[in-house]
């Protein structure tokens, strides 16, 4: 089981399309796929119409120990793609769980449990607010891997140094293998000027590590959450589908799961 | 004084662009106008290229206790345009504050303060963080008004509710005047489907309140933060100059100010 956080703390770069989407198309290629929604915007669950109702099982509810993954975890519309959801009560973690004693390991110990109960999956994409609080740190903490979505725009290589700097924090004091995985560069239009100064700045920084294709901008990617569905069923043969189906193949590559 | 929260926990809604050109369309009306950066990204403290070396005053350190306001605001290229900075520091804030008695009232306290010692502005605009934590309660605690950028997107109206559920709470036990002065509509695209769907939805919940004109899709909106310049300085006669020309005059009209 590979674990993936899918984070960047700049809002509105694609995180939570990047999870939906390749997390599609990691199950059409036959690997069983489990999506965490981390956010209290619940934008993950929203887009796939599983938001439970307060108080039934949640990341929420998981964080506060009243459930276990078993409990929370709902199967999706396509086959061998699964879902942790959450719905708005999550945006109370930060401050009612910041006093928790191993606060940041909340969520590696239920996927323990979990996977000793016999819970499986291939991959494992957690969607992160765009924040670096105690959700995100407990993304990174459960992480083997990290998958940072950017657009490339001027601000993307802002928030990168305090990211990075977050992510050696947490290897040094609570997860030594944590790496990233790979740089997943999305809303990309090639006539936007200033998409290739930040796109050379990105090489720069991170060379090998920036997947391609990137994500080209893709009115029908804003379109399929309102129905509910994924690129796939709602528009399997646009460039967006091409897009998420190319990174797919590139990252199973890079998880050893071909 | 008008102090105004420019607040949406969706990210890449256009808050911090609102904030800067906005900003700088009022002043260049002849308002006296101060931003304020309460995004730990220091996004809009970036795009005037003001970002304060770590101890200097910054709204880190105003939070903290050690800096007044008066020693926090700088001018900026543009006249009568001013800012109160930020740095990285500020991500510490929600855990470092949430143990602070009336730890929701801190920034409307150095207000006071500030007018107090004589520091005096027509308009102030809080550009605020992609969450509903710490940070933007301060500012929903501060502001007498609040300013909703808002992308016309499928996501759009899903975390209007709980907003506004948490609008309701500062009004009720810490800001009885508070009240949304209008919705501003962002990174707006004639061509997108979608974007006619969430419109009516929009100008079905808040009616005259639809700030017009909305703001269109325009690049170098998004290339100017990287010059370190406004609009109205990189492209004063594109499209979205006369957008937010337009829309400052509009709530200048809104706030008794024209
Ligand atoms: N390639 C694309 N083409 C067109 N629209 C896109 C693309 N990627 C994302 N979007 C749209 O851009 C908006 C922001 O994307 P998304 O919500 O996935 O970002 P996010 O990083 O998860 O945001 P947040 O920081 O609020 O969690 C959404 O309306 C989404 O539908
Ligand atoms: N009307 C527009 N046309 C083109 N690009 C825009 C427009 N408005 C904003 N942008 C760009 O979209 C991106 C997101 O905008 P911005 O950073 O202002 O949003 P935000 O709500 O402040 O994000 P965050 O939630 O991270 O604080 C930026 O790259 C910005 O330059
Ligand atoms: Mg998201
Ligand atoms: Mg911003």
Redesign the pocket.
């Known amino acids: 089981m590979k674990v993936l956080a899918v984070i960047n703390?700049?809002?509105?770069?694609g995180k939570t399309t990047a999870c939906a989407n390749l997390g599609a198309a990691l199950a059409l290629k036959g690997l069983r796929v489990l999506l965490v929604d981390l956010d209290p915007q619940a934008h993950l669950s929203i887009s796939f119409d599983q938001v439970p109702p307060v108080g039934d099982p949640s990341i929420y509810t998981l964080l506060g120990g009243r459930h276990g993954l078993v409990d929370v975890v709902r199967s999706t519309s396509a086959e061998r793609l699964f879902i942790a959801p959450t719905n708005l009560d999550l945006s109370g973690a930060e401050t009612e769980f910041s006093a928790e004693i191993g606060r940041e390991t909340l969520l590696r110990d239920a996927f323990d449990d979990w996977k000793s109960a016999g819970g499986e999956a291939d991959v494992v994409l957690m969607d992160c607010p765009?924040s670096l609080g105690l959700l995100s740190l407990n993304a990174l903490v459960a992480a083997d891997h990290v998958l940072l979505p950017v657009?490339a725009?001027?601000?993307?290589l802002q928030g990168m140094a305090q990211l990075l700097d977050v992510m050696d924090r947490v290897r040094r004091r609570l997860n030594p293998p944590l790496d990233v995985i790979g740089v997943l560069v999305g809303l990309y239009s090639k006539q936007r000027r200033l998409s290739h100064e930040v796109l050379d700045e990105l090489n720069r920084h991170f060379g090998d590590l920036v997947l391609h294709p990137f994500v080209r901008v893709n009115v029908r990617l804003a379109e399929a959450p309102s129905h509910a569905q994924t690129i796939f069923e709602y528009s399997p043969r646009s460039g967006a589908a091409e897009d998420f189906s190319a990174l797919a193949d590139l990252l199973a590559d890079r998880l050893g799961l071909a």
Chains 1, 2 share one sequence.
Not at 9 to 13: E, L, M
Not at 153 to 156: I, L, M, T, V
Request: no cysteine; glycine share 18%; aromatic share 18%.
């Open positions: 703390q700049k809002g509105g770069v765009p657009q725009e001027f601000y993307a």
